[in-house]
């Protein structure tokens, strides 16, 4: 099974410095992470996303989740993923 935490941060520039703050606080149950925005250089889009793959306790996603996610402009959505046998 896969869990998959997806981030939608809006207004970057306010919200990203919160948003890393807490994902190096949670650092240890995050494997993997991708981030994506629109535009380049001085172009930049005011949104991005953070695909991020964990690993840990349900407690812990869970956690992890809910802390994104109380941020003004930021949303968030665990998915499990499994293959069915």
Do not use: F, Y
Not at 8 to 27: D, N, P
Request: proline residues 1%; aromatic residues 2%.
């Amino acid at each position: 099974m896969k869990t998959i935490l997806l981030i939608l941060v809006g207004k970057r520039a306010e919200s990203a410095v919160k948003v890393q703050q807490i994902l190096t606080a949670w650092g240890c149950i995050i494997k993997t992470r991708l981030g994506i925005h629109d535009g380049i250089m001085e172009n930049c889009s005011d949104e991005g996303l953070l695909i991020l793959e964990l690993h840990g306790t349900e407690e812990q996603k869970q956690e992890l989740t809910r802390k994104v996610s109380v941020l003004p402009g930021v949303t968030s959505k665990l998915i499990e993923l499994k293959l069915e046998e």
